[in-house]
């Protein structure tokens, strides 16, 4: 009869500790000679669920036309034979295998050493543990910065006049959802796919309640030296940024508050596994996955703001690929390490967008991850230079089990994603008939460079919402053709409102609905400024008012006016005022770039 993994562990423990009573100068011998063979034949990377910690399950993905790959009953002999257990089909076909509990890492490199060297198997990799990405803070209510400041906001309210997301799903793939009035009419069905009830919290495996329960732990719960956490409420903070109720008179707004979000729940009491982010990924994007009722709220965007160390798994970028080919754009946290992306997945994965973040300043967040593999930055706050630069969303006051309903500032690459997810819903929302490459191509077109610095590569710069939706709804059009005034008019000191005029010709048709207005004014109080674009017809567009908090000098940036119902040919004027005593300045030029 054949023993189970963990029993013909310890017995093989048990036999090793008579050994060294019997022998203490052979055991330990041995010990020193098998052990290095043992850790060298297999690296660290394929042997761990999370750095230095033994994965318990492996997945394997066999070879079309294998047996194994259509037949559990043929995975199951197979999984006996190398003696591991056969636990589930995932939705990719591969199979997930227990090794018992508590393996070395000697033990997992051979039976992965076993795996890798049939022939029937085409790849064999850890069950690897993810975590969210992000970094929880303390509640305080403010503006919401990211969405609409010149400076480093992704420019979100001149998308809303074309696109506001609707006919769109969502997926949040994450801790699951604990309920919030912000959010509620923005819900619709999704699953819970953890299925180790050490992880689920909630006393069950998967099933199709993906509330949130908490994800809190204790000391050492998660590791040893790993402080005690409360719970983050990750995925519903996650889902406020894509799509929190907007113009309801309370809370936040969300990018793409017509769209709608699925709350698929991977990520427990201390982390997910990649077997259940697999088959998340599967299921949200339509595909089956052996066990689980078909998905009637199938995603066009999937959010992930999670991630775990190493390569991008094969049994992981099969499950993106697919998910891809189904029509699906899958967004992804490069991470938040300050490191090269390249070393965590799934941020390094193929056929994804990959998002660094960036601070209020839009600098490369001091947190986040970078690298060639990044495609697109986006906001993710940095509590670090105060509270209210972090990303404030729909939070809930427990901290543990859930309670009162909350908002609070989170900082992470966890919240830049759900803006690059929210883009990406309004701009499928504007042209349905686009396919996730020519999504992620539209928003890298249409960035603009980042404010700030970022070293070691942060995509193509910062996402722009308006532009990007304006470049593939049609309206207007961009084409990069620049006027400009470079005549110096002093602005009067608490006095009458000074204009500049440009004269704009040989266009046709109206203005884009991304029209840039570049400003350059030299001031030693900026706040006592408003400044305004008026359109040839009269039409007046506010692109910054007046500020009694706003201390900083100059005002050298670029705004974006929805432009649309304007006639492109005409005079443009700049207004700016100061509108407050003992400060003054000069206009000292402006354009537009149509």
């Not at 005002?555 to 304007?566: I, L, P, Q």
């Amino acid at each position: 009869m054949r023993t189970s993994p963990s029993l013909r562990r310890k017995l093989i423990s048990a036999a090793a500790v008579s050994a060294a009573l019997l022998s203490v100068g052979t055991a330990s011998v041995a010990v020193a000679q098998n052990a290095p063979a043992q850790e060298t034949a297999v690296p660290a990377a394929s042997t761990e669920a999370a750095p230095g910690t033994p994965a318990e399950r492996l997945i394997v993905g066999y070879k079309s036309g294998a047996a194994e790959a259509t037949s559990n009953k043929a995975a199951e002999a197979d999984a006996a034979a190398k003696d591991a257990d056969f636990q589930r089909r995932l939705g990719t076909g591969a199979a997930l295998v227990n090794l018992g509990a508590n393996p070395s890492k000697a033990e997992v490199a051979d039976a992965v050493a076993e795996f890798t060297a049939d022939p029937q198997v085409a790849y064999v990799v850890p069950d690897r543990l993810n975590k969210p990405q992000a970094d929880p803070n303390d509640t305080e209510y403010a503006k919401q910065w990211d969405l609409f400041e010149s400076t480093a906001g992704m420019n979100v309210p001149g998308a809303w006049t074309t696109s506001t997301g609707a006919g769109v799903t969502v997926a949040v793939i994450d801790t699951g959802y604990v309920t919030h009035s912000d959010l509620a009419a923005n819900i619709v069905g999704g699953y819970d796919f953890i299925s180790d009830t050490a992880v689920s919290v909630d006393g069950d495996g998967r099933d199709s309640n993906p509330a949130d329960p908490g994800d809190y732990y204790a000391a050492n719960a998660c590791g040893a030296g790993i402080p005690a956490s409360s719970s983050s409420w990750h995925g519903t903070h996650v889902a406020g940024t894509i799509a929190a109720v907007t113009n309801n008179g309370k809370g936040v707004a969300g990018i793409a508050y017509g769209a709608k979000i699925s709350p698929v729940r991977v990520l427990g009491k201390c982390g997910g596994y990649d077997s259940d982010i697999i088959d998340a990924i599967t299921w949200a994007s339509g595909g089956t996955v052996s066990g689980v009722p078909a998905n009637t709220n199938v995603a066009k965007v999937i959010n992930m703001s999670l991630g775990g160390d190493g390569a991008c798994t094969s049994a992981t970028q099969t499950a993106i690929n697919n998910a891809v080919g189904r029509g699906t754009t899958v967004v992804v946290a490069a991470g938040n390490d300050n490191e090269n992306v390249s070393g965590h997945s799934p941020g390094n994965c193929n056929n994804i967008i990959s998002v660094a973040a960036t601070n209020r300043a839009g600098a490369k967040a001091s947190y986040s991850n970078y690298g060639s593999l990044v495609d697109i930055s986006a906001p993710g706050g940095q509590t670090s230079t105060g509270t209210a630069n972090g990303i404030l969303s729909t939070l809930n006051s427990g901290a543990s089990t859930p309670s009162s309903e909350s908002y609070a500032y989170y900082q992470g690459t966890s919240m830049a994603t759900p803006h690059i997810a929210g883009l990406v819903a309004l701009v499928k929302s504007a042209n349905s008939s686009l396919t996730p490459a020519q999504i992620e191509t539209a928003i890298k077109n249409n960035a603009r460079p980042l404010p700030g610095a970022c070293s070691g590569g942060c995509g193509a710069g910062l996402a722009d919402a308006a532009k990007t939706v304006a470049a593939v709804s049609g309206g207007g059009t961009t084409t990069g053709t620049t006027f400009s005034s470079t005549t110096a008019v002093a602005v009067p000191d608490n006095g009458s409102a000074i204009e500049s005029s440009i004269a704009v010709s040989g266009r046709s048709g109206n203005a884009p609905s991304a029209l840039q207005v570049g400003v350059d004014i030299t001031h030693t109080y900026r706040g006592d400024l408003a400044i305004s674009l008026v359109a040839p017809d009269g039409s007046v567009y506010s692109l910054k008012p007046a500020s009694s908090s706003d201390s900083a000098d100059n005002v050298n940036t670029t705004y974006t006016v929805n432009a649309s119902s304007e006639s492109a040919n005409g005079t443009w004027k700049l207004r700016v005022q100061d509108t407050a005593a003992q400060d003054t300045g000069t206009l000292n030029g402006w354009k537009l770039t149509f």
